[in-house]
């Protein structure tokens, strides 16, 4: 997922929020270049790459400068080994060697123009998702909406934190979905994705991917969700999501355990 810090307002709709937290408001004007790292280790086959880029202000061009030329590892922590990633195409880095397990830890190291940028995340267990349902629901314009449904069970006695993608028909889905087990531990949980009208058209091409994610990285994605919900509300507090890499860095850095259904929608 490519994001582009400081333009929510404009690649993503208003989204549905799980549960009740503050609304972060982030500011689209005025907006100093800071430079964004995104990266993920998965449980899936690598190779897994970060990408880095600059963000640009809201008024400026739809043009995000890639980062090249930088120094990205990624250190398994639990083992020791170290991967030194290759840059594969302009601010796109992709590991060597490195095969993601649940329960390790791992840091990514980022140096540029002298400045170095980390961030540690651990994989959680993989949960089975057992099947995704659809449900049809009427909106208040009246208006049929289908709406996916993640069924599965909820290990009890732990904190689990899950994120939902979905892309249609080969294009990815912009709402963001996340979930954690705060209220529901070791329930059998069936939860709608709730998203527009538009995208699930009964006959169309479904993937649905399941992330197991950490607590950090569940906390900026419900961040995002509600920047984007609110980016429409003028704000004196701006902010963007909380990031587990250091040193200013925009975007995020996750080890997660991922498991993806592919069907049609009905």
């Given at each position: 997922m490519r994001l582009r810090l400081c333009r929510y307002a404009v690649l993503l709709a208003t989204l549905y929020c799980v549960a009740c937290k503050k609304i972060i408001q982030v500011n689209l004007d005025n907006v100093s270049p800071q430079i964004v790292i995104e990266g993920n280790v998965t449980d899936d086959a690598g190779p897994y790459q970060v990408t880095i880029s600059r963000s640009v202000n809201y008024a400026a061009n739809s043009v995000f400068p890639p980062v090249t030329d930088a120094t990205v590892s990624i250190t398994d922590s639990t083992t020791g080994q170290k991967d030194v990633l290759l840059e594969v195409d302009s601010g796109v880095y992709a590991t060597q060697f490195l095969i993601g397990q649940p329960k390790h830890t791992y840091q990514l190291l980022v140096i540029e123009d002298g400045q170095q940028y980390s961030a540690t995340s651990t994989m959680p267990l993989p949960v089975k998702l057992d099947s995704v349902t659809f449900?049809?629901?009427?909106?208040?314009?009246?208006?049929?909406?289908?709406?996916?449904?993640?069924?599965?069970?909820d290990p009890p006695g732990v904190l689990n934190y899950y994120q939902f993608t979905e892309a249609v028909n080969g294009?990815?889905?912009?709402?963001?979905?996340?979930?954690?087990?705060?209220?529901?531990?070791?329930?059998?949980?069936?939860?709608?994705?709730?998203?527009?009208?538009?995208?699930?058209?009964?006959?169309?091409?479904?993937?649905?991917?399941?992330?197991c994610v950490d607590e950090n990285i569940y906390n900026y994605f419900y961040e995002l969700s509600n920047i984007t919900a609110s980016a429409g509300i003028q704000s004196t507090t701006p902010a963007n999501p909380t990031s587990n890499i250091n040193n200013g860095a925009l975007g995020y850095f996750s080890a997660h355990s991922?498991?993806?259904?592919?069907?049609?929608?009905?």
């Open positions: 449900e049809q629901n009427i909106g208040i314009n009246g208006v049929s909406a289908t709406t996916a449904i993640v069924n599965f069970q294009k990815a889905v912009p709402d963001i979905f996340v979930f954690d087990d705060r209220l529901s531990d070791g329930r059998y949980i069936e939860e709608p994705l709730f998203n527009d009208t538009a995208y699930l058209i009964p006959g169309a091409a479904l993937l649905l991917t399941m992330n991922t498991t993806v259904e592919q069907l049609y929608v009905y």
